[in-house]
């Protein structure tokens, strides 16, 4: 019988998508949290490395209770697009984000944080705007840095399994990702699938963190 | 034209000291050096200037243009302020080339006028075989030109240095300075120049403002500082003087002179305006208006020769107790046994002493 491979596309999938929502959203929070001060910066530094450190059930207690079926944004979402979101691929997406935004928002506010602030006041001295300075100077500095994060973010939100379970489910060829089909052919005791999956997911990681660390050590070495 | 009216205080934290700037000067077009050890607050005023630090009163004005007025509130961004700022380690952005680094800065010009002043600033430097250079492929000497370049790129109405020579060997400070004295004739705008180093001060300055401890202690041209350093905390601080505590003997405003005793000898003096007979004073003189002589006569204090140190113009003769002479090298080779420690009698002419006062401020 042959191997079904949807499970390992799904995964590179959701993970994709994950990685591009928190890369925008975490290169806008770390921005915010590195050059900005306000009240509850702390707290909101805090919220966002919460599901770093959280069991992964419970943030998928918590998930199904903000985007459930029940919640106002399940509704407005079931209200809009017709269907429910959870137990969805999209569900899976959402709870890979939160996986892999706080790996982007450290990395990349760490190496904002880094990068010489002479050259923030050479460029607003010489009449950047704060948005220019950002795209024209800043995330070019902090580039490798913040590619290097991008690329673990994107091996975490792949091997979520916990919280993708709780609010995506198990459905074979829906939202049935790597990690889970993984979980469920070890179960079952279908060895060669679960090989298979377990020998394709360690090369396609270990070639991402190769890749960071290439990238983390050409920085050390370079700017 | 800038008038500076600041204060900035930071208050002292676990691992550091307190500090607090403070304050008031004007300055035309032309090189103004802020000279002062570190720590003194210089760098702090250009970073006033520039907007990247906020002081917490006064008024700062370029030309018609208010930058920052601590009684209204108004504070320009640093991107309104029109200031040329030429970093201490250029800052130019690594991930550009020079080219481009020159037309970030004129990113607010017209297409073609922004080319037509990036070839001629590249002219102006000597960088056009250089443009396409990112700064690591540049020399030190390149960076620098290519940083100055620049901050010229939007026409500033201020130019703002902040240690430019330093780190810098012989030939590139040399190149350095003829720049600035270059720009000072060019640009019809006030150039402040940040520097610890006397001899930087003395080669560029059309006026110095002397720091100290986050204030201004004396300003004046360099000529009129080594004429009248005014305290002893300025002479000391220029450097290059004999400083020497004096008792006024006799005075006589009538022939304008005095007599003074110093080092242990009586000497004539110069007129001294203010003082009594009986006064203790502080005088400073400087190492070349000292004569070495091998005879003693008026005005002359016998020493014994400590060490030498060779200069590029002199000799610099230590005769221990803060008494250093700088002799002539033809004078110098004049004397036949110039090895010797004793015998030597120094020529202190009346003209040379210049009383200073005792305290650090004004």
């Known amino acids: 019988m042959a191997i079904d491979w949807f499970p390992l596309w799904l995964s590179l999938g959701v993970a994709a998508f994950a990685t591009a929502i928190s890369l925008i959203l975490g290169i806008w929070l770390a921005w915010l949290l590195a050059n900005r001060q306000f009240s509850g910066k702390n707290v909101l530094d805090a919220l966002i490395m919460l599901p770093l450190a959280l069991p992964p059930t419970v943030l998928g207690t918590y998930l199904l209770f903000a985007i459930g079926r029940s919640s106002w944004f399940g509704r407005a979402w079931e209200g809009l697009t017709g269907s429910p979101l959870v137990f969805t691929w999209k569900a899976a997406v959402i709870a890979s984000t939160l996986h892999a935004i706080p790996l982007l928002v450290k990395s990349s506010r760490a190496a904002l944080e880094n990068v010489d602030r002479a050259y923030e006041r050479a460029a607003r001295s010489l009449g950047a705007s704060e948005w220019r300075l950002f795209w024209r100077v800043s995330i070019p500095l902090a580039r490798r840095p913040i590619a290097a994060a991008t690329a673990l973010a994107f091996a975490r939100s792949m091997g979520d399994f916990g919280a993708t379970l709780m609010v995506a489910g198990d459905i074979p060829g829906r939202t049935q990702t790597a990690a889970i089909a993984i979980f469920d052919a070890v179960e079952s005791n279908n060895t060669r699938v679960a090989a298979a999956l377990v020998i394709v997911i360690s090369i396609i990681t270990a070639s991402i963190v190769y890749l960071a660390n290439r990238l983390e050590e050409r920085r050390r070495g370079n700017l | ?362």
């Open chain 2, 1 to 362: 034209m800038i008038k500076v009216v600041i204060t900035k205080r930071y208050s002292p934290g676990p691992e550091s000291a307190g500090f607090q700037l403070d304050v008031t000067f004007e300055a035309a077009s032309g090189v103004t050096i802020l000279y002062g050890p570190s720590g003194s607050g210089k760098t702090l005023t250009l970073d006033s200037i520039a907007g990247f630090v906020l002081p917490n009163s006064g008024r700062i004005l370029l030309d018609d243009r208010i930058l920052f007025d601590g009684a209204s509130g108004v504070n320009l961004a640093p991107q309104r302020r029109s200031c040329g700022y030429v970093f201490q380690n250029h800052a130019l952005f690594p991930n550009m080339t020079l080219r481009e680094n020159l037309a970030f800065a004129g990113d607010g010009l017209a297409r073609l006028e922004r080319h037509r002043r990036i070839a001629e600033q590249l002219d102006r430097f000597k960088l056009t075989s250089v443009a396409g250079r990112y700064p690591h492929e540049l020399s030190g000497g390149q960076k620098q030109r290519g940083s100055i370049a620049r901050a010229l790129m939007a026409d500033p109405r201020i130019i703002l240095m902040d240690e430019p020579a330093r780190g810098m060997d012989a030939m590139l400070r040399a190149d350095l300075h003829e720049l600035i004295r270059e720009l000072r004739s060019s640009l019809q705008v006030p150039i402040l120049v940040v520097t610890h180093d006397a001899e930087e001060t003395f080669a560029l300055a059309d006026r110095v403002l002397v720091y100290d401890a986050g204030k201004i202690i004396h300003s004046g041209s360099p000529a009129e500082l080594l004429e009248n350093p005014g305290t002893v905390r300025v002479a000391r601080l220029m450097g290059g003087f004999n400083i020497f505590d004096a008792d006024v003997i006799a005075l006589d405003p009538g022939r304008q002179t005095s007599r003074l005793r110093l080092l242990g000898q009586e000497m004539d003096g110069p007129h001294l305006r203010g003082c009594f007979r009986g006064d203790k004073i502080s005088v400073c003189i400087r190492p070349e208006e000292l004569r070495l002589t091998d005879r003693p006569g008026d005005n002359r204090i016998r020493a014994d020769l400590q060490r030498t140190v060779e200069r590029a113009q002199s000799v610099r003769a230590d005769f221990g107790k803060e008494l250093v002479v700088d002799v002539p090298r033809d004078v110098w080779s004049g004397f036949a046994e110039s090895g010797r420690r004793t015998g030597w009698w120094i020529e202190v002419p009346a003209a040379s002493l210049r009383q200073v006062g005792k305290e650090a401020s004004n």
